[in-house]
């Protein structure tokens, strides 16, 4: 895959990352019975990112969750023959809880129905919302971002590529052409 388009740079996610939080917050009237829920794997170190502003601006702190997908997605029979499993950590009740569930890129849906049956077997959560990074279109099913990032046209032929610094030294996103 070649790298077409710097859509967003360091500062520029910083800057989403914030104003999700803010949104959240405003959304949520504070912190009160608030969790964040990291998708594996680009969504954790969102997720922790604005734990952080939020826990700045509110002055508590906010649990996070860790949720690998694997074993609920439609197209498991079509990934590698050994999937890499990344690991599920949600170390506070999800009963009762306001739960936002954090990725990088919405696309077709399906991650996010995988993620809420994922998190559904849990507990049951007073309510699921959902922060993106960047939503990208195509949708195959129902779903749509509580909080977005960046709202950013594609075709099917592209691929939107997110690098976190946690996971891979830098923050930015970019578009690319599939490879054939």
Known sequence: MNEKTLIMDAQAVERALVRIAHEIMEKNRGAEDLALVGIQRRGVPMAQRIAGIIEAAEG???????????????????????????????????????????????????????????????????????????????RELPFRADYVGKNVPTSKDETVNVSMAETDGEDKVALADRGK
């Open 60 to 138: 508590k702190k906010v649990p996070v969750g860790v949720l690998d997908i694997t074993w609920y997605r439609d197209d498991l029979s079509t990934l590698a023959e050994h999937p890499i499993i990344n690991g599920t950590d949600i170390p506070f009740r999800v009963t009762g809880k306001k739960i936002v569930l954090i990725d990088d890129v919405l696309f077709t849906g399906r991650t996010v129905r995988a993620a809420i049956d994922a998190l559904v077997d849990n507990g049951r959560p007073e309510c699921i919302q959902l922060a993106v990074l960047i939503d990208r279109g195509h």
